[in-house]
């Protein structure tokens, strides 16, 4: 019998020649990381026509959101923030149109008086700074025009302006809930804007509201195909939307669909408001990630948490996110939370941040609002979303294993079947290349401790009603994120006093 079998040299052939076969096999098993991929959910300016719930690649990035999707749309707003830091992580779209019903939302700014002095007015839309100069002896109206034109100058803000006799009339650009998310504020930058101001003038501001009916967004989730999008970022925290995502994460982890994700939304209302919204949520598919008084909207939290955390998963899935959150801008000093704050809200399945010494705003710790098992009873076995980011990881590299040479196009034989051929699939031949998976991948990129417990709990066997089936069970121990150092220092000025 020959040790060396072929597939296409001849076996009879007897002229003289040199024959050479080749056929790829599967080399190092560490290659099988899970590529990272954002999506990000949003709506869309009047007047654009982007093909409806269907995803789509941005490869130019915000630039091309602005353009398919309107300047200053939310889903240009959200591929600006995913943009500052996704690195080189891929970025989707899946535009969904305004609601029948929708309506959106406005706001006021109101100017009085007439300038006694020259100076300058810093308002902040959605966080975004915009600076009007006054000159002295400007009246009310002609500050209320300046606004407005500064306004409609910054075309990358959610609103559009419009002033009349000293009122300027704000609008958002799309319609819905979410718009009355979008903040009017004046001097966040604090003292040196507030001293700024042009004297003899009073601005008052009438914060968006009335804006009404967020889109329906399960028929956007059913369409995400085959396409494996790790974290979709959603602007909407109603609990119709949050349902949909959550009912769509089901679906994906399905051993047929094999797709999970990571659902982030952002969250900009008080701590206590923010415990009462965990409270109606349970899901291993939604991460609340809150900036307590931030004026940025929710939506842009949402992406720019997908961008970092994204970037952090490409090459180090399972590993926790505790870094800078760009672009995004804290409330006052207030919302600075204690330890025993974030310890509550990890506990009821929200995720936290830090504010910076200088101000700026850090993720904490990403949590999914996964708290009770299906029975009701406490359940923290998913209580950290970087356990979302280590099984996606251990899901496809799995699949990629063996939908590869040499399991691609082969035969099921026992263990003890003597056979040469290059297609024969035995159950060991399975279990060795999954304790391969396990020492190249999942041990070498730390998504697996207890090594050797885990590979000998591996079991494949042929399956007893189907002999084209093997059955695998790899009884994986995940590494968990580090959160924790707990030191104890014990002090004296004696020396301890010997038995």
């Known amino acids: 019998m020959n040790n060396v079998n072929f597939e296409f040299v001849p076996t009879n ?25 954002i999506l990000l959910i949003g709506q869309y300016n009047s007047g654009k026509t982007p093909t ?11 630039d091309q959101a602005a353009d398919l999707y309107g300047l200053g749309s939310m889903l240009h707003i959200m591929a600006m923030a995913a943009d500052r830091g996704r690195a080189t992580v891929p970025l989707y779209a899946l535009p969904v149109p305004d609601a029948i019903a929708a309506v959106e939302a406005s706001g006021l700014i109101t100017v009085t ?49 419009a002033a009349d006799s000293g009122d300027v009339v704000i609008t958002s650009k799309w319609k819905g809930l979410t718009a009355n998310g979008i903040t009017i504020e004046i001097d966040l930058g604090g003292d040196t804007e507030e001293l700024n101001e042009p004297a003899g003038v009073t601005v008052v501001i009438t914060d968006m509201a009335s804006g009404a009916t967020d889109p329906d967004i399960a028929t956007a989730l059913a369409a995400l195909g085959d396409t494996w999008y790790t974290i979709i970022a959603n602007p909407y ?30 969250y900009v209302d008080t701590l206590a408001n923010f415990l009462t919204f965990l409270d109606t949520r349970n899901s291993i598919w939604t991460t609340a990630m809150p900036v307590e008084g931030s004026p940025n909207l929710s939506g842009e939290i949402a992406a ?31 919302e600075k939370w204690t330890y025993a704050q974030r310890d509550q809200v990890i506990k009821a399945g929200g995720s936290t941040f830090r504010i910076g010494s200088d101000g700026t705003v850090y993720v904490d710790a990403l949590a999914t609002t996964r708290t009770l098992n299906d029975l009701g009873a406490d359940d923290d076995s998913w209580r950290w979303t970087e356990t979302v980011s280590n ?21 099921v034989v026992d263990d003890a079947a003597v056979t040469g051929v290059s297609y024969a699939i035995r159950p060991k031949t399975v279990k060795a290349y999954a304790i391969r998976l396990v020492d190249e991948l999942w041990v070498a990129k730390a998504l697996t401790k207890e090594r050797n417990a885990v590979v000998a709990g591996i079991i494949a066997e042929i399956d007893s009603g189907n002999p084209g089936r093997i059955n695998l069970l790899i009884p994986d121990v995940l590494a968990a994120g580090l959160k924790i150092i707990a030191g104890k220092i014990q002090w004296s000025f004696y020396a301890p006093v010997s038995a």
């Open 113 to 161: 008086g007439t300038a006694t002095g020259s100076g300058t007015i810093s308002l902040y839309i959605a966080g975004k700074l915009v600076r009007v100069s006054v000159a002295k002896d400007d009246t009310f109206d002609v500050i209320a025009e300046a606004i407005a034109d500064a306004i409609t100058a910054n075309v990358n803000l959610p609103v559009t302006a």
């Open 304 to 334: 720019s948490v997908a961008g970092v955390a994204a970037a952090n998963w490409q090459s180090r899935p399972g590993v926790p996110y505790r870094g800078y959150l760009p672009g995004i801008l804290h409330g006052t000093a207030d």
């Open 52 to 62: 409806d719930n269907c995803p789509k690649l941005l490869s130019g990035g915000a």
């Open 237 to 266: 925290t109603a609990d119709d939307q949050l349902d949909d995502l959550e009912e769509a994460g089901d679906a994906r982890i399905h051993p047929l669909v094999k797709r999970p994700f990571i659902g982030i939304c952002g």
């Open 391 to 411: 099984i996606q990881a251990k899901i496809y590299s799995v699949e990629q294993l063996f939908l590869g040479e040499p399991f691609i196009s082969a035969i």
């Open 13 to 37: 052939a007897a002229a003289p020649g040199v024959f050479v076969e080749q056929k790829a096999i599967r080399g190092s098993l560490g290659s099988l990381l899970i590529p990272q991929i």
